[in-house]
T-cell receptor, first 114, second 113 residues
Framework: DAGVIQSPRHEVTEMGQEVTLRCKPI?????LFWYRQTMMRGLELLIY????????DSGMPEDRFSAKMPNASFSTLKIQPSEPRDSAVYFC????????????FGPGTRLTVL | SQKIEQNSEALNIQEGKTATLTCNYT??????LQWYRQDPGRGPVFLLL?????KEKRKERLKVTFDTTLKQSLFHITASQPADSATYLC????????????FGQGTTLQVKP
């Protein structure tokens, strides 16, 4: 398996624009997680899905953020409108089962909002 | 509120020595704890998992301890090598198996040859 795939790897946009980040989890994994990492706040969980259903979105900072998982092999994280404070590295991770299973992280998308 | 603390200052050690990293937590009763390694520009990579009823876990040169009374985990790398230089993150589960992890800020380890 190619591992978790994220695109784009880098995104530079202007404030107010819509940004869509994409993730393909490892085939057969039931759980998908979206994280945001900054120097100040570290790695924060934004939302996670189980079998394509959002389970916990308490980490989503505000209504400008939304995430979807239309099928088992694809998820998106959308920011609309984007703001400079959204600049961060966004990671997608997947795991096979709940509980103690390892999370496998993608390479991340580095987002810069000017 | 729940809080996880890792040494924010970088840890610098000489090659061949044992590196010890600390993870403390408060207002938590995690069912298990995981350690991840993160290299610059990459996503975290899983290293070890230890459950609340386990005191110690080993994997090659790595050793993790878990003291639920002290609310602390220690992560040891013996016979450290320059290739071990990276940021190490501890991650705690909730008290139930939801799959959700809360990560610490990480400690950067620099092993000098």
């Amino acid at each position: 398996d190619a591992g978790v795939i994220q695109s784009p790897r880098h995104e530079v946009t202007e404030m107010g624009q819509e940004v869509t980040l994409r993730c393909k989890p490892i085939s057969g994994h039931d759980y998908l997680f979206w994280y945001r990492q900054t120097m100040m706040r570290g790695l924060e969980l934004l939302i996670y899905f189980n079998n394509n259903v959002p389970i916990d979105d308490s980490g989503m900072p505000e209504d400008r953020f939304s995430a979807k998982m239309p099928n088992a092999s694809f998820s998106t994280l959308k920011i609309q409108p984007s703001e400079p404070r959204d600049s961060a590295v966004y990671f997608c991770a997947s795991s096979a089962r709940h509980g103690t299973d390892t999370q496998y992280f993608g390479p991340g998308t580095r987002l810069t909002v000017l | 509120s729940q809080k996880i603390e890792q040494n924010s200052e970088a840890l610098n050690i000489q090659e061949g020595k044992t590196a010890t990293l600390t993870c403390n937590y408060t207002n938590y009763s995690p069912a298990y704890l995981q350690w991840y390694r993160q290299d610059p520009g990459r996503g975290p990579v899983f290293l070890l998992l230890i459950r609340e009823n386990e005191k110690e876990k080993r994997k090659e040169r790595l050793k993790v301890t878990f003291d639920t009374t002290l609310k602390q985990s220690l992560f040891h790398i013996t016979a450290s090598q320059p290739a071990d230089s990276a940021t190490y993150l501890c991650a705690l589960s909730g008290s139930s198996n939801t799959g959700k992890l809360i990560f610490g800020q990480g400690t950067t380890l620099q092993v000098k040859p």
